[in-house]
């Protein structure tokens, strides 16, 4: 705060030491700058006072102008303006009409104007703290010779530079530098303009503003208080969305001038109408206040893609969701439009919209579509479990939720639904509420065709989920059982709280075979038959509405000032390697070693941590962990660079564990300040594994001879053309109980239990969310909504702060290439530029 006022003292000082002559207010110069105050006004009608209002990147918005001036006591339209913002462009043109002039020519008088047209592009570049832009404008006039800037109807091209700085909330500063012509003795000169500004938020929100602006041009003055313009206004927000404005402006120059401007902003969500009524006078001629005239009036119309307080409310809309495939953890791009391929939203940016719209007034119900889901492992998994709370958040605003079933119904889809306040199923689809679980264990398939798998372990639960066994061990099927119990007693629960129906044998048999959408209703497991427009009428009408859309547009438009308060999202997905992270590959086959799924690479991992670290705007960082593990050294290798970064940064570091945070993903959360996971998150799985093929009989019965070649007595230990003796068993065994014990000390130096209370919660065995709470191996049950909370709440995060999530590769590894792309990277980034790219209020993909 102290930097910021000596650079505020500074930037005064520069002024006030130049030579000054007035800013006028001319044909030259748009009507509108009367009211516009460079440190204050943003959107598209204030672009050309200062371009850096541009670098604050507000998505699409335009303005239209009209000023009308008083001629013969008659209102004449004299100016108007077209204004474009979006992102970091600035379109405009205007015509303005100025002074009618007689010409006697012969015996004939011939009345003409000066007109002018001007075009202007501006570009704009920073962030919400600092931002600077360029403007550039064309001008074509009609009749000006004199003082003239140009001879008639000649072109003229002029330039300029803007800054903007707003260090806090309360107090904004900027500086206009823009070239000009004028007259001397000696013929036209190129000039400099000088605008600088600084507007205050006293009150620290929007309800009071206070701006000052002080413009000057260094051309033949003679002094700072005979030759400058000075501009003062407030405004003041008695309601939402209504502005009351006012201002004073002294132009000092070979005569002095005052203006005097009071009008009316008024807001809609995404419009706006401002009037300003102008009077001036004479100063030097007249003091007296009752010599003010009123020259003409000002209207501004405006629209706004990103929505704005307002008192006016918007039209009863339901809003319709549609659910279906993977309900992925990550965003994935489209690939060109989506032309070439198509990207996912993740299922955080549906609880968003969702959460968004338990908020927003003009949304009074929500019309779920939940197509069939692949839910993973388990049927009903932590994802799940985030939308069902979600869903509760909006019920519990006093709306209606209505779930629809556009195709067959598993367990997944009607969990999920029994969280509606009304489900609708056609007649015909089927529904199944039962629930199993498939372990494939592929090592007597491998065998037939010459593949033997040599596994080593440490944790004697270790193998249960990897299919490298014959058959499930006595150990593993303890773990599945266990976590079949545990979601399927969940599952039962569920409908005797939503729909008050008893869990008896009769209700178990029938759900665990395929029901019709009839018999489901006579058992009371729907609400009603039908198809999309019967659940969208119902929803309608217990709503209180005739407005369904599946567009919601939940952009506002930040009327803070100064960067907000960021709380960083880091993703590790699927499996953890060393290196970078890759998409899935285009083939993917459920056998081991054929194709690979997404994988998070350290490097990028800890390129990522380090950034978000070091990122003064950053106060949290959470991991968003959704991984069943992967390798062992660059699991410790991530873990290895959160405690370096926390020691360092002093920062809190949040885990939020998604469907999966096992094995590796354990071994990268064991040491966060808290650890998140919701009941269903399948978690632990502490202990370590090594599975080592050996093709020797594959080679053999396909007539190929394999030599070796080596230096060195265990060099060769690793091939996969041959088995392991005894000692290179004793090795590599050694290996593996190596890392299972520095996974052990990891869990406990992170947890703060002891080797032995961690050794008892290990062996590999994987634990659902509730359980791992009871064995303290995470501290709280729930999402990644209610870990954003939490650090909201533990670090004084105000109530205006950003979530930045840093992205993930693409699709697959083909859609990656071509993601990457340099046309596809152009698209992107333009789209972005101009304010049309994906991101939403508050949210930030890095």
Do not use: C
């Not at 460079?38 to 209002?53: K, M, T």
């Not at 230096?711 to 290996?735: H, T, W, Y």
């Not at 533990?794 to 590769?809: H, M």
């Amino acid at each position: 705060m102290k930097k910021s006022l000596i650079y505020i003292i500074i930037f005064l000082t520069l002024i006030l030491s130049q030579k000054l002559q007035s800013q006028d207010f001319n044909l030259f110069n748009p009507s509108n700058e009367m009211y516009l105050f460079s440190a204050y006004d943003e959107g598209a009608n204030a672009f050309r006072y200062n371009p850096a209002i541009l670098g604050l990147g507000h998505k699409m918005n335009g303005a239209v102008n009209l000023f009308l001036n008083k001629i013969d006591k008659k209102l004449a339209l004299n100016e108007y303006d077209i204004l474009l913002n979006s992102g970091v462009l600035g379109l405009s043109y205007r015509f303005a009409e100025y002074e009618r002039f007689k010409n006697l020519t012969g015996n004939q008088i011939e009345e003409y104007n000066k007109t002018l047209s001007t075009f202007s592009l501006g570009l704009g570049f920073g962030n919400k703290t600092f931002s600077t832009g360029l403007i550039f404008e064309f001008l074509q006039g009609e009749n000006i010779k004199s003082l003239a800037m140009f001879g008639a109807e000649h072109p003229r091209i002029r330039g300029g530079i803007g800054f903007l700085y707003r260090p806090t909330n309360f107090i904004s500063a900027a500086l206009t530098v823009k070239t000009k012509e004028g007259l001397t003795n000696n013929g036209p000169v190129s000039l400099f303009k000088f605008t600088g500004g600084l507007a205050f938020k006293p009150l620290g929100n929007d309800f009071l503003n206070a701006m000052i602006d002080f413009g000057f041009l260094t051309f033949n003055s003679t002094g700072f208080f005979e030759h400058h313009m000075l501009k003062v206004g407030a405004n003041v927000q008695p309601v939402k969305g209504l502005y009351l404005n006012a201002n004073f402006t002294r132009i000092n120059d070979y005569t002095i001038r005052d203006y005097f401007n009071i009008g009316f902003t008024y807001e809609l969500p995404n419009s706006s109408v401002k009037y300003t009524n102008t009077m001036y006078k004479f100063t030097d001629r007249d003091n007296s206040p009752s010599s003010y005239k009123n020259i003409g009036t000002q209207l501004s119309f405006a629209f706004n893609f990103e929505k704005k307080p307002s008192i006016v409310k918007e039209k009863q809309r339901v809003l319709e969701i549609s659910l279906s495939g993977s309900l992925q953890d990550y965003h994935t791009e489209d690939v060109f439009f989506g032309i070439i391929g198509t990207g996912k939203r993740s299922v955080h940016e549906v609880i968003a919209d969702i959460d968004n719209a338990a908020i927003d007034n003009s949304v009074s119900g929500l019309l779920i579509k939940i197509y069939p889901l692949s839910t993973g492992l388990v049927e009903v998994n932590a994802q799940v479990e985030e939308l069902a709370a979600a869903i509760e958040r909006f019920k519990a605003r006093g709306k209606t939720v209505t779930a629809y079933f556009p195709q067959d119904v598993g367990p997944a889809e009607y969990y999920l639904a029994t969280y509606a306040n009304k489900i609708v199923m056609p007649d015909e689809s089927m529904m199944f509420y039962g629930l199993s679980m498939e372990v494939l264990n592929y090592k007597q398939f491998l065998a037939k065709y010459g593949i033997e798998l040599q596994t080593f372990y440490a944790g004697k639960y270790k193998l249960t989920f990897q299919g490298l066994l014959d058959s499930s061990t006595a150990e593993g099927k303890e773990v599945i059982n266990r976590v079949l119990d545990i979601l399927y007693d969940k599952m039962l629960k569920r409908i005797t709280t939503a729909r008050n129906i008893a869990a008896d044998d009769y209700i178990k048999t029938k759900l665990s075979q395929p029901i019709s959408g009839i018999e489901a209703k006579r058992l009371a497991l729907v609400d009603a038959n039908g198809w999309y427009n019967d659940a969208k009428e119902l929803t309608e009408k217990n709503s209180k509405t005739n407005f369904t859309t599946d567009r919601y547009n939940r952009s506002i438009w930040d009327k803070g000032w100064g960067e907000p308060d960021e709380i960083a999202i880091i993703g590790v997905y699927s499996s953890i390697t060393s290196g970078e992270s890759e998409a899935p590959s285009p083939i993917k086959l459920p056998i081991p070693f054929v194709g690979s799924g997404r994988s998070t690479g350290s490097e990028t991992v800890i390129r990522q941590l380090e950034d978000a670290f070091a990122n003064p705007k950053v106060k949290a960082i959470i991991f968003r962990v959704d991984s069943g593990g992967g390798s062992a050294l660059a699991s410790a290798e991530i873990n290895a660079a959160i405690i370096r970064l926390k020691k360092k940064y002093k920062k809190p570091f949040y885990v939020s564990m998604g469907g999966a945070a096992a094995s590796g993903g354990y071994y990268v959360s064991a040491n966060a300040d808290k650890i998140f996971a919701d009941d269903l998150t399948v978690t632990g799985s502490i202990g370590v594994f090594y599975a080592k093929p050996n093709l020797d009989s594959l080679m053999k019965s396909q007539k190929i001879k394999v030599e070796i070649f080596k230096r060195g007595e265990n060099s060769d230990m690793a091939s996969i053309f041959k088995g392991v003796d005894e000692k290179e068993v004793e090795i590599i065994q050694g290996m593996v109980d190596y890392y299972y014990d520095r996974f052990i000390q990891t869990v406990s130096e992170g947890r703060k239990m002891t080797r032995d209370e961690v050794e008892q919660v290990a062996q590999g065995r994987v634990w659902l969310g509730t359980d791992a709470f009871n064995k303290k191996l995470v501290d709280e049950i729930g999402g990644l909504y209610d870990v954003i909370s939490y650090a909201k709440k533990e670090n004084r995060i105000d109530s205006r702060f950003k979530i930045t999530y840093y992205a993930v590769p693409g699709g697959n590894s083909i859609n990656e290439i071509i993601t990457t792309s340099v046309l596809t990277y152009f698209e992107k980034s333009m789209l972005d530029l101009l304010g049309f790219g994906e991101e939403d209020n508050g949210v930030e993909i890095k």
